[in-house]
């Protein structure tokens, strides 16, 4: 993929340890942890699970996209919110401008 995550805000603790739908799409996991369960983590966009459960192993509801979308059965049980998941994403800025808008031909 592109450049996931590079303008998101720094998760400390975790994705997981995010309870806000807003503070989740705007971050990416900042744990001490690289990897879960044999899945990429630290770096990773935070998913938001639509307000419930992201797996059926436990009440988080903000996880590590990599870990989240490819670990079912593996590294969790079941990923129970796939109808109503979204991923982090934030426009990069420099200079008060989009990134992209640096690029595009006039």
């Given at each position: 993929?592109?450049?996931?995550?590079?303008?998101?805000?720094?998760?400390?603790?975790?994705c997981?340890?995010?309870?806000?739908?807003?503070?989740?799409?705007?971050s990416?996991?900042?744990?001490?942890?690289?990897?879960?369960?044999?899945?990429?983590a630290r770096g990773?966009?935070?998913?938001?699970?639509?307000?419930?459960?992201?797996?059926?192993?436990?009440?988080?509801m903000?996880?590590?996209k990599?870990?989240?979308?490819?670990?079912?059965?593996?590294?969790?049980g079941?990923?129970?919110?796939?109808?109503?998941y979204?991923?982090?994403?934030?426009?990069?800025?420099?200079?008060g401008?989009?990134?992209h808008?640096?690029?595009?031909?006039?």
């Amino acid at each position: 993929e592109d450049d996931d995550g590079a303008c998101l805000e720094l998760a400390t603790e975790g994705c997981a340890a995010i309870t806000d739908e807003a503070a989740c799409l705007a971050s990416r996991d900042g744990g001490a942890e690289p990897t879960l369960g044999g899945f990429p983590a630290r770096g990773e966009p935070c998913v938001w699970c639509g307000g419930g459960p992201c797996t059926s192993d436990g009440d988080a509801m903000c996880a590590p996209k990599a870990w989240l979308l490819e670990g079912e059965g593996v590294a969790f049980g079941a990923f129970m919110a796939k109808a109503t998941y979204a991923v982090a994403s934030r426009p990069c800025r420099v200079g008060g401008r989009l990134a992209h808008e640096l690029f595009r031909e006039y």
